[in-house]
Every structure is written in structure tokens, then in C-alpha cells.
């Protein structure tokens, strides 16, 4: 594994939907440069430099660690799909190690309450009177666990978390830490039992990272370490130390919040986003806020790359996992097997690349 893995999202299916072919100046998102951090950032070269960590315990899903380093980055949550075994909780473990922030792992099950999420108040009988019992919700990175598998209000009770960054209860709001991020991590494969999120709460996840099956030679990799004694339930003896803390994280976020944006390059933003509103095979297109997620996310990636400028690439890198679960799809287009990441690819293909 490279010392700045490069990022690359999962490759995205053919467009089949009204697709031309793609501008000679267009880049597929699976290859966007790898980061070099100067010097002059400390910053950035620590935020790179937990990606590697990371890679200590998690072996081929350079892809999805970047995902959450520039979730981290831009203030978002992220959603996590994948089959069992691919390693979301270590990813999440992982990533809270080399950081040193708190992490929570709450298993989303039929029967979980909201209180058992947020919190709630409790009878202390020698003062006579409610006190708050804080949730799990009070840490700096929740990991949310198969989160489609708890009714719809239990899902709801992280929709205030998720965008206020407080919880209320009892009238009351309460402040969570900060930095705070929710990974919610679901099975595409099993759907029985299952409560689909709204596109109100998905619209609030900044990313959707699929993880896929590791190929073959990371795959060896995987068994080479766990024949050499590796332990996933032991971070810091496989070799995980903390890199990067809560001060170099807001560090970076207020640089990144200096990265310049062309106006031409927030028009291509947009025309991405309203594309996909008069898409054909699509229902609902992306909303303002997945333009401004996009945005963020791209801002967050050209400063890990080490540029203080947006290009159109970075918004190519970004789109996908930023706008695909931000549409619903026709159910003629489902019946074609017309899939999101084919419409995203479809759209990137069509609109215009500014120069």
C-alpha cells in the first residue's frame, strides 16, 4: 500500500440512459490524483497520514477510507453499503483510532427505542428529580449498524443529531461533541425485516461508500496478516497510533474552508444537479443541499490533494458517491434495470465540462 493510496470510488456502471460519449477532458472518477502534502501544511500532511494508518487494519478499501477522511473533512455522515465481512465496523475502529476520538457502535435491531439512542430522562430517587442519561449519540463517531433494520421512528431520532448537531429531549437541546460524525452501514443483500431510509434522512448522508469484496490480491493480504497473528479486535497491536487529533482535524477543516472555487466550476455543479432533475429515469432528482454536499465534498478532496483550487475532476471524483442515493428511481427504469450509478454516469457524460 502507497503512503497517499489514491482515491478511488467505485467504478460506476456504463451509462445506458440517453448517453454520448464522454469529453475527450473527461476523466473517469476512479483515478484522481494522489495527494502530496507540502510542508506548509501540517495539517493536511496529518490528515494523510491517517488514511495509512488505517491501512495497518483495513486492506483493500483505499476507496472507502478516503471517503471517510473527506467526510471528516466537510462536516458529513457518511452511509456505508456492503455484504458482511468487508470490514465497515473495523473501517470505523479504525479510523476512530488513528484520529484518537471516541467511538460508539450502537446495533440497530426491531426493538430499539429512540431514547436508547439519544438518551432520556431517569428518576434519581436521593435528589428526587429527572436527570438526562446521555446516549450513545454523545460521542465524536457514532457507528450506526445496519441501520435499515430499526422502525422508521428510531432511524428519525438521529435526523436532529445529523443536521443540528444537538439532541433534545425534554424540551431541552444538548450539544454533542464536536467533531461529531454518524456511519450507518447497511447489507444490500438481505431486505427481509428491513425498513428502507427516507430521502429525507438519506440526504443527509454527505456520502454512500459501497464497499466491495476485496480483489484476490488484497484478498491474500487479508489472510497473510490474520495467519500472522492479526487481531481486529486488538487495533493497537496490529500497530494503529493515533496520528492525527481533534485540533489537527479543525485545523484542516478551516483550511479547507479557504479552498477557492471558480465560478464556472459552481455552474458545473449545478448543471450536474438540474440534469439530473429532467432525467427521464429518475423521479426525484438531487436537491439544493446535494449540490452544496457536492461542492464540500470536491472542496475537501482538492485540499487533501494538496491544491487550494477546485477543478472539474474533483467533482467527477465526488459525484457519484455523493449523489447517488440522493435520486429514486422511476419503477419503469427499475423494471429496465436502469440503476442510480448508471443515471449519475449518464448525466456526467451529457453536460458540459467547463475549460
Not at 488505517?54 to 453499503?81: C, F, N, P, W, Y
Not at 436527570?131 to 430499526?150: H, K, Q, S
Not at 467533531?179 to 429525507?200: R, S
Not at 484476490?216 to 493480504?221: A, K, S, Y
Request: glycine content about 6%; charged content about 20%; cysteine-free.
Amino acid at each position: 500500500m502507497s503512503d497517499y493510496p489514491e482515491f478511488a470510488p467505485e467504478q460506476s456502471e456504463p451509462p445506458t440512459e440517453n448517453a454520448q460519449s464522454a469529453p475527450e477532458s473527461y476523466a473517469a472518477p476512479a483515478e484522481a490524483p494522489a495527494p502530496t502534502p507540502p510542508a506548509s501544511s501540517p495539517a493536511r500532511s496529518r490528515l494523510a497520514a491517517v488514511r495509512t494508518e488505517i491501512g495497518k487494519a483495513v486492506v483493500g478499501q483505499d476507496s472507502a477510507i478516503t471517503g471517510l477522511v473527506i467526510a471528516m473533512l466537510a462536516q458529513g455522515h457518511v452511509l456505508l453499503e456492503g455484504v458482511p465481512g468487508v470490514a465497515k465496523t473495523l473501517l470505523v475502529r479504525s479510523l476512530a483510532a488513528a484520529l484518537d476520538v471516541k467511538t460508539t457502535r450502537v446495533q440497530f435491531t426491531p426493538d430499539l427505542m429512540p431514547g436508547d439512542v439519544t438518551g432520556s430522562m431517569i428518576y434519581d430517587a436521593q435528589s428526587s428529580a429527572f436527570e438526562f442519561r446521555e446516549g450513545p449519540v454523545f460521542t465524536n463517531l457514532l457507528l450506526a449498524d445496519e441501520i435499515n433494520r430499526t422502525p422508521p421512528k428510531t432511524q428519525a431520532s438521529l435526523l436532529e443529531a445529523m443536521e443540528e448537531r444537538q439532541v433534545s429531549v425534554d424540551g431541552t437541546p444538548r450539544p454533542l461533541p464536536d467533531p461529531f460524525m454518524v456511519v450507518a452501514t447497511q447489507n444490500p443483500v438481505e431486505y427481509e425485516g428491513t425498513y428502507p431510509l427516507p430521502e429525507a434522512q438519506l440526504d443527509r448522508f454527505l456520502l454512500k461508500l459501497v464497499l466491495p469484496v476485496p480483489p484476490r490480491e488484497d484478498e491474500i493480504e487479508v489472510m497473510r496478516r490474520h495467519a500472522h497473528q492479526f487481531n481486529p479486535r486488538d487495533l493497537h497491536g496490529a500497530g494503529l497510533r493515533p496520528v492525527a487529533s481533534p485540533e489537527d482535524l479543525a485545523a484542516a477543516r478551516a483550511e479547507v474552508a479557504q479552498v477557492d472555487v471558480d465560478e464556472a466550476v459552481l455552474g458545473y455543479v449545478v448543471d450536474i444537479v438540474r440534469a439530473t432533475r429532467v432525467s427521464p429515469s429518475l423521479k426525484l432528482g438531487v436537491s439544493p443541499r446535494g449540490a452544496t454536499a457536492l461542492l464540500t465534498a470536491s472542496r475537501a478532496w482538492a485540499w487533501l490533494s494538496g491544491r487550494n483550487f477546485v477543478t472539474p475532476d474533483d467533482v467527477k471524483a465526488l459525484a457519484l458517491p455523493t449523489l447517488r442515493h440522493r435520486v429514486s428511481l422511476r419503477p419503469e427504469a427499475e423494471l429496465e434495470g436502469i440503476t442510480a450509478q448508471q443515471v449519475i454516469s449518464s448525466v456526467l457524460s451529457n453536460v458540459t465540462v467547463p475549460r
